[in-house]
DNA sequence: ATACCTGGTACAGAAAAAGATACTATTGGA
DNA sequence: TCCAATAGTATCTTTTTCTGTACCAGGTAT
């Protein structure tokens, strides 16, 4: 994609608000230490509980673990089921809105092939 | 894309090391409060006096600026290019590893058309 | 001489993010 | 009655990032 293309795709497509970077808010959402780690394990399999979770992605504690997941949660990309049995068990997955970012980040993964030896 | 032909790709092409997310470092770099809208503006438009970058980024401080083009430069994203007029002119430009990301800006767009209101 | 232009530096403080450690709730079973 | 398992909370400290303010360097115009 040269710049040219670039800019008449961005144009056409979503540059109303003028001077404002349409990725910003997107990359904002994966910010943080953990939560793009915790979108791959969940690409890789899902749904995958609380516990396991810790455990792919140790040595995260879990306050940190909670919060990136109700941040997740509350931009809608992950989704937290809980079933009340004994040991509770709480279940998160990926939404339509998660599974969405696969293109995103296959992009991302083609450049890195590239760049990243 | 699915979970299963992501997998089917992301297992081919780079999912060399086990657990670890090949997307993290790509957007690691991309970190930061100013990154992403420096990098938007040189794809608008390149390329841009440190000056004009501060108009654009405005209320940026000297401070910001100049540390996310360092770093956005260290990761080869972008060139600086002194000229020693007087005044002083520099010159920053996306490098062709800069430019390869517009495919991704462009992925991030499509979905942020689809979920960002 | 002095003020002004561009493109920065230096450094202190505030704010935000991350980590460490201890604790809670539920309830099934010994 | 007390312990174990899962899935968290609560609180404090440390670390990292961001901001604000002041200043510098080379040269030019007045």
Not at 4 to 19: A, N, P, R
């Amino acid at each position: 994609m040269t710049y040219e293309e670039f800019k008449q795709k961005v144009g056409s497509v979503i540059l109303t608000d003028q001077g404002n970077c349409p990725v910003t808010p997107v990359v904002q959402m994966l910010q943080g230490k953990w939560k793009l780690q915790i979108l791959y394990e969940l690409c890789i399999k899902s749904p995958m509980r609380f516990g396991e979770l810790k455990k792919m992605l140790k040595p995260i504690t879990n306050t940190a673990l909670t919060n990136a997941l109700k941040e997740l949660e509350s931009d809608d990309l992950v989704q937290r089921i809980q079933y009340n049995e004994m040991p509770l068990r709480v279940e998160y997955s990926l939404t339509q809105k998660g599974r969405d970012l696969l293109p995103v980040f296959y992009a991302i993964m083609q450049w890195g092939v590239k760049y990243i030896p």
